[in-house]
């Protein structure tokens, strides 16, 4: 059995589970794939899959051009990069394996209080040999502002209450007592974005959330904001949040997560001055890079004996 580990950017995966349990032929791809057909050509081999979240996607498309693959691990419980309804009518079975939130709750806190308080610009100019620059701000009586009170949203507001900030939350099916329920005053949509001095993105990728904070949202937001989104990249309008980094409308964004990852080399949000950025490592920790690994090669293993686990469905 031939197995293939895709994006192991860190090159971690073969030292965080057992993979010579399986008895198998083991590949760690660690770099992207430039698209769909080098993928194809890559993989055409391989009878088991181990894609890492969304990175690689598996449309239709190029399940279809891989005839050999019989079965696709995800690591996490879900992953809309691949169509699995395609994959069912294929014969792949797609299995996914455990996850937990709090390593992106966290990270989003260290964007937050990077933007804030200039960090990164401090850091820098240490390391050259300078000393203090610009002014940063503290958090304490500020509006922290979240778009999507899910598991997400509601631990980033549990710390933001911490810091002595008043927390507001809009998301469409969201209503007054739940918001409540969690210590997070409910606000209309376009007021979220007005009151807010950071404003952090926490909703699901969908066709009714790409483009969510658009050019007219955006230009809601306090001059002095700061926009943090370790959601998706597209439920942002990337060009219209350029235009608002360069034009003044917002002071600053936290971001972890782009349109196209990984981020292009020549790409603005490289090296705009007040633009935080982190290559999508929000879930990207050791101890859940662990859950993922160990999972995958039950589920390989599970596969194998013909009693497939952590199955997903269309």
């Not at 051009?65 to 691990?73: A, M």
């Not at 329920?181 to 007005?194: I, N, S, W």
């Not at 926009?227 to 002071?251: C, Y």
């Amino acid at each position: 059995m031939r197995i293939a580990i895709l994006d192991d950017y860190q090159g971690v995966a073969l030292s965080l589970a057992d993979w010579d349990s399986l008895h198998a032929d083991v590949h760690v791809f660690s770099d992207a794939f430039a698209g769909e057909d080098e993928a194809v050509a890559a993989l055409a081999g391989y009878e088991v899959v181990v894609a890492m979240r969304e990175r690689t996607p598996f449309p239709a498309s190029a399940l279809e051009r891989l005839p050999h693959l019989k079965l696709l691990v995800t690591t996490g419980p879900v992953n809309a990069a691949i169509d699995v309804d395609a994959a069912h009518r294929l014969g792949i079975t797609v299995c996914g394996t455990g996850y937990f939130s709090h390593p992106t709750a966290e990270l989003t806190w260290g964007l937050i209080l990077s933007a804030a308080r200039l960090i990164p610009q401090q850091v820098d100019s240490v390391r050259r040999g300078g000393w203090q620059q610009g002014l940063g701000t503290s958090l304490r009586g500020a509006t922290l502002g979240v778009l999507g009170l899910g598991r997400l949203g509601t631990a980033v507001t549990e710390v933001g209450r911490a810091f002595g900030m008043r927390c507001i939350a809009w998301s469409r099916h969201l209503t007054p007592a739940d918001a409540q329920a969690k210590g997070v005053t409910y606000v209309a949509r376009d007021e979220l974005f007005e009151r807010s001095d950071v404003l952090s993105v926490h909703v699901v990728l969908s066709e009714r959330t790409r483009g969510l904070v658009g050019a007219r949202e955006l230009g809601l937001m306090k001059p002095t904001a700061i926009l943090v989104n370790t959601s998706r990249g597209p439920v942002v309008d990337e060009a219209a949040l350029i235009g608002a980094l360069t034009g003044g409308g917002i002071a600053s964004a936290a971001l972890d997560v782009f349109d196209r990852e990984p981020l292009p080399s020549g790409h603005p949000l490289r090296t705009l001055p007040n633009a935080v950025v982190t290559p999508h490592i929000g879930y990207v920790s050791r101890d859940l890079y662990e859950v993922f690994y160990r999972d995958a090669v039950e589920d390989i293993a599970a596969w194998r004996a013909g009693t497939p686990v952590r199955t997903l469905t269309g």
